[in-house]
């Protein structure tokens, strides 16, 4: 939510109007003061979001009705949680979720949808009438009370066929004749940057689709935000090969995986360049979080677990309302279904301290 990250995303021409991105700033201001704010979008499409709703808007076109342009607050192309409506204080947020739903009814828009929202901003939402969505992501969290030491404590606290495992995939890497650097901050050459943009295009090529983030924005946080990145360079005789980005917040000891790629392919460097690395990172710099992203059950056998995501949906139809609720209500079952069946194949060793008390998945 960091403004220089948000407006690097417009001027780099990665979330623009052309690309379905129709930025509509809403603001709260008192005696002049702002006080509050929320970046939502006038969107298109339903592409760069990660809760997906798009048989909600089949569901309107095989009735003949438009579902698009919707509402949407969110970060573009950013699976994330955090807050997404800004306040100085509840009262604002509360005003704010309210204009947000009352700009969408004078536009007459199909809907207003804000994602990944924070746990502290669901009063605001349900008090508003606004329907609730769970969803899962994956999560390395590190126990306050009995930390990691390095990454071999973690691989220790691990049930030994995941342990085992763990060890095999790195070792298939190492034997391939690769090894990694990390780079940090400015110590993330041009040519570092240059080289992670070409392996992000490849992953997009071999999906058959199109990258949403341009070069321009990649090079405008080298420049503006230097600070938030981490990278990872895998080399064979001195060539790299592959990279993964992470973005890194110092001051929250977090860590989100992000982007990844391989000029060609190597048998588990997927999983040494997007787990194994950040995570020996994290624990040897003192970060307390390492988001996975969206999706993934396979990452569970890595040492992260699931944590409950949220997200905020009105519709301005009440019969499509009804029926959204009614899915969601169904949704939800098996949402908690999916998640204590998840809970059961816990990788860690019974009594290990690899799932610390009030995590975020409680």
Same mark, same amino acid.
């Given at each position: 939510?960091?403004?220089?990250?948000?407006?690097?995303?417009?001027?780099?021409?990665?979330?623009?109007?052309?690309?379905?991105?129709?930025?509509?700033?809403?603001?709260?201001?008192?005696?002049?003061?702002?006080?509050?704010?929320?970046?939502?979008?006038?969107?298109?499409?339903?592409?760069?979001?990660?809760?997906?709703?798009?048989?909600?808007?089949?569901?309107?076109?095989?009735?003949?009705?438009?579902?698009?342009?919707?509402?949407?607050?969110?970060?573009?192309?950013?699976?994330?949680?955090?807050?997404?409506?800004?306040?100085?204080?509840?009262?604002?947020?509360?005003?704010?979720?309210?204009?947000?739903?009352?700009?969408?009814?004078?536009?007459?828009?199909?809907?207003?949808?804000?994602?990944?929202?924070?746990?502290?901003?669901?009063?605001?939402?349900?008090?508003?009438?606004?329907?609730?969505?769970?969803?899962?992501?994956?999560?390395?969290?590190?126990?306050?009370?009995?930390?990691?030491?390095?990454?071999?404590?973690?691989?220790?606290?691990?049930?030994?066929?995941?342990?085992?495992?763990?060890?095999?995939?790195?070792? =298939?890497?190492?034997? $391939?004749?690769?090894? +990694?650097? &990390?780079?940090? #901050?400015? !110590? /993330?050459?041009?040519?570092?940057?240059?080289?992670?943009?070409?392996?992000?295009?490849?992953?997009?090529?071999?999906?058959?689709?199109?990258?949403?983030?341009?070069?321009?924005?990649?090079?405008?946080?080298?420049?503006?935000?230097?600070?938030?990145?981490?990278?990872?360079?895998?080399?064979?005789?001195?060539?790299?090969?592959?990279?993964?980005?992470?973005?890194?917040?110092?001051?929250?000891?977090?860590?989100?995986?992000?982007?990844?790629?391989?000029?060609?392919?190597?048998?588990?460097?997927?999983?040494?360049?997007?787990?194994?690395?950040?995570?020996?990172?994290?624990?040897?710099?003192?970060?307390?979080?390492?988001?996975?992203?969206?999706?993934?059950?396979?990452?569970?056998?890595?040492?992260?677990?699931?944590?409950?995501?949220?997200?905020?949906?009105?519709?301005?139809?009440? =019969?499509?309302?009804? $029926?959204?609720?009614? +899915?969601? &209500?169904?949704? #939800?079952? !098996? /949402?908690?279904?999916?998640?204590?069946?998840?809970?059961?194949?816990?990788?860690?060793?019974?009594?290990?301290?690899?799932?610390?008390?009030?995590?975020?998945?409680?």
């Amino acid at each position: 939510m960091k403004h220089e990250y948000l407006c690097a995303l417009y001027d780099s021409g990665s979330a623009t109007p052309e690309s379905g991105w129709a930025w509509c700033m809403a603001t709260l201001r008192r005696g002049g003061v702002l006080v509050g704010g929320v970046a939502t979008f006038l969107k298109g499409h339903s592409y760069g979001e990660y809760v997906f709703d798009w048989a909600w808007a089949d569901a309107y076109r095989r009735h003949g009705l438009p579902y698009y342009p919707k509402l949407l607050g969110a970060v573009p192309f950013t699976p994330v949680p955090g807050t997404r409506v800004l306040a100085a204080h509840p009262g604002v947020r509360e005003a704010l979720v309210k204009a947000l739903r009352n700009f969408a009814e004078r536009q007459r828009l199909s809907s207003a949808h804000l994602l990944f929202i924070e746990e502290d901003e669901r009063a605001a939402f349900e008090a508003d009438g606004w329907m609730l969505r769970e969803g899962v992501q994956f999560h390395w969290q590190n126990d306050p009370a009995q930390p990691c030491a390095d990454f071999a404590d973690l691989l220790a606290r691990l049930q030994r066929e995941k342990r085992k495992k763990i060890q095999q995939e790195r070792r =298939r890497v190492t034997d $391939a004749g690769v090894s +990694f650097t &990390a780079h940090v #901050g400015r !110590g /993330i050459g041009a040519d570092e940057w240059d080289f992670f943009y070409r392996c992000y295009t490849l992953t997009y090529a071999a999906h058959h689709s199109t990258p949403y983030l341009t070069k321009d924005f990649f090079d405008q946080m080298a420049r503006q935000m230097p600070d938030h990145w981490l990278m990872f360079v895998g080399r064979r005789g001195g060539e790299p090969i592959g990279a993964s980005l992470v973005a890194i917040d110092a001051d929250q000891r977090v860590a989100w995986g992000r982007y990844w790629g391989s000029v060609e392919y190597v048998p588990c460097l997927h999983f040494e360049a997007c787990y194994y690395q950040p995570l020996a990172w994290c624990i040897e710099n003192g970060f307390e979080r390492f988001e996975g992203g969206a999706q993934g059950e396979h990452k569970m056998a890595r040492g992260l677990l699931p944590v409950r995501t949220t997200s905020a949906h009105w519709l301005r139809d009440p =019969r499509f309302a009804s $029926a959204v609720a009614d +899915f969601l &209500a169904q949704e #939800g079952q !098996g /949402i908690q279904s999916y998640v204590d069946e998840l809970r059961e194949r816990n990788p860690f060793k019974e009594g290990s301290a690899g799932e610390p008390a009030g995590s975020r998945e409680d």
